[in-house]
């Protein structure tokens, strides 16, 4: 929760701060939007292999949680907004470099936390225990209650209060996250410990293997961050438009098939070679599902700042508190006023889970734990709907709008793949994959009204058209991404499980600079100082928008056809 809480808060106002306070065109800001998700999920590859030949996953856990800690609290430094002067835009440079390496920072923390994290909860689970579905729909719930938080509340000070307020938030989060997992890593049964610790031991290049392999990773913090600078500066670009972080994804994904082809040769009998082919079908699906997913914080956002309205009920909606809360570093009583109340969910749910955990622990069969959590929980829903309807939203913190929707979702998924399975009629994986990509297609065709509606009257279209296409999305994405967590876990050969999971999110990293991609179909020229043309930018977003519904609804198709052919090859895999 607490790691996606700051990767979110930070990503919910990516995008509009490189716009808006840097003064980045639409074209740059979707590159550096691709090429940072690109690069956070195409490291993970290598934190998870490290995990399972040397550290283990609760080692690299918390050393990515440190790096992420660092890199989220350099975002905190904003330095001075950029302006024109005879036409040419001057930016603040030295806030600009420590921008590029705190991404370093949070590219390589996200490496080492993010496969390991996943695969843990797998091991959690005997192989055979039918609740693995619902508890990974339950994990997903838990990751996207962070997400939730952070776009309510980074989201909206970020666009208030000032965007080194929204980074800072974020940061913390992230702070508090690392102490809560090394105070509750007790809970792991030791499933998370290094293979073979002798190894760690061994020294590698005059180093212990554990410090060199520490070493060789704050070290590796350079090149990725001049690869972000690269990026945002159109520096060194390879043939065919391909910017060098695109390049390095392309070799590492290379690299994988190379190595994915011998290992299903080479290593695997004929019904773990079924079975790792189906999982890497699986991860194609979710490839494709990520790129259309990935449009809510690049294309989504931009669409929702220019072309929608913004209050879910605007008569609720109390026009003093935005006001007030650009007071707030003058007026602290003015800032508790106005501030989004979920601030104190983010701390009354670990607390809630600390004092629970640690009452069931003196007396597992107490009823208080569950009483406990229970109240925390319609505190934190009753915080929440009163951010959602008094505050005024901004673009970024109306991306919340996707994980409420998942939050909602996630246990009546739960008990609805529960109650299938009881009953022998729960859909496979494949399946509920190919739901998952319907349903991300039929998304978009709500957006797309609503561009083509701003464009002809030369007003904003409804933020409920918004509303429309989360839930759709989310529908979809409890159908799909959940189920191929655990399909990672369950069909991967038990050695290179973590590897898997690296590569499951090496799929995520192509999806995030395909949507970098599209995104740019839709990108807008409004020179400093004009108004949006309406027309213009609904033709824009609207051939966007029917394009990925034609594509959701195209590969959702073909996955139907695949499914019962996956499903034999996953030879009983549920």
């Not at 030295?94 to 843990?120: C, D, E, H, Q």
């Not at 938080?149 to 913390?172: H, R």
């Not at 709907?385 to 913190?397: C, F, G, I, K, N």
């Not at 739901?435 to 933020?463: C, D, M, N």
């Amino acid at each position: 929760m607490w790691e996606r809480f700051s990767f979110y808060g930070m990503k919910a106002l990516l995008l509009l701060y490189l716009l808006k306070h840097h003064l980045f065109t639409d074209n740059a800001g979707y590159d550096v939007l691709g090429a940072y998700g690109g690069l956070v999920y195409c490291i993970p590859v290598f934190g998870g292999m490290l995990a399972d030949r040397y550290l283990g996953m609760r080692k690299a856990v918390i050393f990515g949680g440190l790096l992420l800690v660092l890199g989220h609290a350099g975002m905190a430094i904003e330095g001075s907004a950029a302006h024109v002067v005879g036409g040419q835009v001057v930016r603040d440079e030295g806030a600009l470099r420590a921008f590029y390496f705190s991404l370093a920072l949070i590219i390589m923390g996200v490496g080492f936390l993010k496969p390991n994290i996943s695969t843990i909860v797998g091991k959690l689970y005997a192989e055979d225990d039918p609740r693995r579905d619902s508890g990974f729909s339950l994990f997903y719930a838990g990751i996207n209650l962070g997400a939730l938080f952070a776009s309510i509340v980074c989201g909206y000070l970020g666009q208030t209060l000032g965007w080194n307020y929204g980074f800072g938030a974020a940061g913390i989060g992230m702070l508090l996250g690392l102490a809560q997992f090394i105070w509750g890593q007790k809970y792991l049964h030791g499933h998370a410990e290094p293979p073979e610790p002798a190894r760690l031991r061994e020294r590698v290049l005059g180093l212990p293997r554990e410090l060199a392999i520490y070493v060789g990773a704050v070290v590796g913090l350079f090149p990725v961050a001049w690869l972000m600078w690269a990026v945002a500066n159109g520096a060194f670009r390879l043939p065919g438009d391909v910017s060098l972080a695109l390049g390095l994804m392309i070799l590492v994904m290379v690299g994988v098939l190379v190595w994915f082809v011998w290992f299903v040769i080479a290593r695997c009998n004929a019904v773990q070679r079924q079975q790792m082919i189906a999982l890497i079908t699986l991860i194609f699906m979710c490839l494709v599902f990520f790129t259309l997913y990935e449009q809510t914080y690049g294309s989504w956002v931009t669409f929702t700042d220019r072309m929608l309205t913004k209050d879910i009920v605007p008569s609720m909606v109390n026009p003093a508190a935005q006001a007030a809360s650009t007071a707030a570093h003058v007026d602290f009583a003015a800032f508790v006023r106005s501030a989004p109340w979920s601030i104190a969910s983010l701390l009354l749910a670990p607390l809630a889970f600390v004092v629970s955990a640690t009452s069931s622990d003196r007396k597992p069969t107490s009823a208080a734990p569950r009483v406990l959590f229970g109240a925390a929980v319609v505190a934190m829903l009753v915080f929440l709907v009163r951010d959602a309807l008094v505050l005024p939203q901004t673009a970024s913190s109306l991306t919340y709008l996707g994980a409420m929707f998942i939050v909602l979702l996630a246990p009546t998924f739960g008990a609805l793949w529960a109650w299938l399975g009881r009953r022998g009629m729960d859909p496979s994986k494949p399946t509920k994959s190919a739901l998952g990509l319907l349903f991300a297609g039929l998304s978009f065709i709500p957006l797309a009204w609503a561009a083509e509606h701003a464009g002809a009257t030369g007003q904003l279209a409804s933020v409920w058209w918004l509303v429309l296409a989360y839930f759709a999305l989310e529908v979809g994405e409890m159908c799909l991404a959940p189920v191929g967590l655990s399909a990672v876990t369950q069909l991967s050969v038990r050695s290179v499980v973590s590897l898997m999971m690296g590569t499951w999110f090496l799929a995520t990293a192509f999806s995030e600079t395909l949507a970098a991609k599209f995104g740019k179909l839709a990108s807008l020229d409004i020179p400093e100082g004009t108004a949006i043309d309406m027309a213009e930018a609904g033709a824009k977003y609207a051939h966007l928008f029917w394009l990925m519904m034609w594509i959701g609804i195209g590969f959702a198709v073909l996955a139907f056809i695949a499914s019962p052919l996956l499903r034999r090859w996953m030879h009983g895999v549920k």
